[in-house]
């Protein structure tokens, strides 16, 4: 039983999708990971999107790759953001995981990430794309909300704080 940010509870169990104005993530898009390199995380992430909403996971993969040569997206703090525009999307997707073990990420502050927090959006999504990165960035930056996730007990508890945080800001 999960509890909302208003006192109401719900199972999580029936729920298997949030949605923002932003982005959506599916339940099954959250995971509790043990990695041991970035590149297994990214390929980790590309195979989650891949399962959950339907794309080819080598697109998905060379998406976020080709974005990644371009600077990490080791956002801080123990946070990384991957993130792509590719096709086959009507709207921006997530997926997220949270790591046993922290792992080096070339992150801004050059410390190790303990969740990467992936964003997929669609080609010709720029503001709302940007938008989606901004909200997530929001989010991860809360650290109040970066312990609740880690301190979660397992990747529905993970998703019942992600969903609630979304309906917070929805409301």
């Given amino acids: 039983m999960a509890r909302r940010r208003d006192g109401a509870s719900y199972h999580i169990h029936g729920i298997h999708s949030a949605m923002s104005a932003l982005f959506s993530i599916d339940q099954q898009a959250v995971r509790v990971i043990r990695a041991a390199s970035k590149a297994q995380i990214l390929a980790t992430l590309a195979e989650r999107f891949a399962s959950v909403y339907a ?3 080598a697109n998905v993969l060379a998406g976020i790759l080709d974005r990644e040569a371009l600077g990490s997206t080791g956002f801080g703090r123990g946070v990384a953001i991957p993130h792509a ?6 709207r921006p ?14 992150a801004a502050d050059g410390m190790p990430v303990d969740c990467g927090f992936g964003l997929l959006s669609p080609v010709q999504a720029g503001a709302a794309h940007l938008q989606a990165l901004a909200g997530i960035s929001r989010m991860m930056r809360d650290d109040r909300m970066h312990a609740r996730l880690m ?5 529905d508890s993970i998703f019942a704080q992600l969903v609630n945080v979304i309906d917070r800001d929805v409301a």
């Fill in 55 to 57: 794309l080819d996971s």
């Fill in 151 to 155: 301190a979660a007990a397992d990747a």
């Fill in 93 to 106: 997707v997530a997926a997220f995981l949270r790591l046993e073990q922290p792992v080096e990420f070339d």
């Fill in 85 to 90: 525009r590719i096709g086959g999307l009507v």
